[in-house]
């Protein structure tokens, strides 16, 4: 493998069908010191593009772990307003958003709980009025990750350093179809498959879906004019772009307060930094009235606490289990792999995009009509070949949508 080459490729996918940036565009980046190599390229693709401006927001994972354990309690109470002006600012400026991640799925273990908990629902309230502009697609927005040596040490556990670092960018590689001659056109053809899925679901018109599987036997309303979505997504000005590189998914609205039964997970969770696994949620009336876990339970307990929306479901995302990032077979124990290896629910908000109409109405008007609304937006993973999907209409017809991790329709 040439590291050099498939960065090239990576940077070329970003600009031109990630966020499919081009010239009035102005562009933010969200990196730490692994995303450096791949923010580079980035840029400099972007600028000919013919971007404008590109601000750099930069963190540290070391320095974040210190905060949480030496920074003044006070200081985790509130969060400073002028950042939030300032991200408004970028947007209104025309910015769209690139975030880099380099996942280190256990990076604040040693931290207190109740202080991450306590941090998430205080930048999450203050930052309510810019999440806005990327859950509403208001501008392009797109999620991307790097290997770094503490995400290459979770994903391939005992192996050397230099060995799980080549084998998490092989995997990366494979995931985002970078490893193909001609990864545009791969992406483009990718596109219109998961189209002809979302196209399918949105004219059977389901009223709710059935999960059946070991641990699983769950019942998930849809909101009424819900929106099946997956692929690409489009701007309010009309430019399309892809929200997370790789994507598997095609996701709609659950119904809020029509969710019963019982939901078992099938793969550990990366949640603020710390490891959840082995964990099952009851579900009655839309609410998780009972839960569990064999290891992180009191990450949990704090999620669930976040609101009242982070005890209700704002995401059903469907995924076949014969994908390029499925077949690597690799456990990535990152979001934006595991959820795309594998159906899932997100916890918490709900995407505008999934609910006809949903923008011209207020959020008390949508939360009447089912949609979700909180802080968090946490996905866990629930799909494997041995759980079984079936849409349900109104009518009581009954179509089965996936099995033994195929799709059916
Ligand atoms: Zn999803
Ligand atoms: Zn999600």
């Keep these: 493998m040439d590291l050099n080459k498939n960065l090239e490729k990576y940077a070329d ?22 995303s450096l190599p791949l923010a580079r390229l980035v840029a400099k693709k972007a600028y000919q593009a013919g971007v404008g401006d590109i601000q750099l927001m930069f963190n540290d994972d070391s320095i974040t772990l210190d905060r949480f ?33 380099a996942p280190n799925p256990d990076l604040l273990k040693p931290a207190d709980p109740a202080r991450i908990a306590q941090w998430q629902k205080v930048a999450g309230m203050a930052s309510k009025r810019t999440m ?37 960018w092989e995997n990366i590689f494979l995931a985002t179809r970078i490893d193909q001659d001609d990864p545009i056109a791969a992406w483009e053809e990718h596109d219109s498959r998961l189209k002809a899925h ?61 969710v019963d039964g019982i939901l078992r997970a099938t793969m550990p969770l990366s949640v603020r930094g710390q490891l959840v696994d082995d964990f099952h949620f009851t579900f009655k009336d839309g609410k998780v009235v009972d839960y569990d ?31 390029p990032i499925s077949n690597t077979g690799v456990l990535f124990k990152s979001t934006l792999f595991d959820e795309n290896a594998s159906c899932h629910f997100a916890l918490g908000a709900a995407y505008s995009e999934n609910l006809e109409g949903a923008t011209e109405r207020s959020e008390e008007e949508n ?25 349900i209409k109104a009518d009581g017809t009954e179509v089965v949508l996936l099995q033994d991790g195929e799709w059916k329709i």
Excluded at 132 to 147: G, I
Excluded at 214 to 235: A, Q, R
Excluded at 299 to 322: F, Q, R, Y
């Design 13 to 34: 996918l970003i600009v031109r069908i990630g966020l499919n940036l081009h010239a009035g565009d102005n562009l933010t980046i969200r990196l730490s010191e692994h």
């Design 69 to 101: 354990l030496e920074a003044p309690a006070e200081s985790f109470e509130t969060y400073p307003e002028y950042l939030v002006d300032f991200t408004e600012k970028l947007f209104l400026d025309n910015h769209h958003v690139l975030s880099i991640v």
């Design 132 to 168: 806005k502009y990327t859950m509403q697609n208001k501008v392009k927005w797109c999620v991307v990750a790097v290997a770094c040596p503490a995400w290459a040490e979770a994903a391939f556990p005992g192996m050397l350093e230099e060995e799980a670092m080549q084998k998490l």
């Design 198 to 258: 979302r196209k399918f679901l949105n004219e059977a018109r389901f009223d709710r879906v059935h999960y059946k599987g070991p641990g699983t036997d769950l019942m998930v309303g849809l909101v009424k004019n819900h929106i099946w979505e997956g692929g690409c997504s489009f701007s309010e000005a009309g430019d399309r772009f892809f929200p997370n590189i790789p994507t598997e998914e095609v996701f709609s609205m659950p119904d809020a307060d029509r």
């Design 293 to 323: 876990a064999a290891v992180g339970k009191q990450i949990l307990d704090d999620l669930l606490k976040t609101d009242e929306g982070a005890k209700h479901l704002g995401e059903i995302a469907l995924v076949a289990d014969n994908s």
């Design 367 to 391: 939360r009447k009509l089912g949609m979700n609304d909180s802080v968090i937006h946490v996905d866990f993973m629930v799909g494997s070949k041995d759980v079984t999907v079936t849409g």
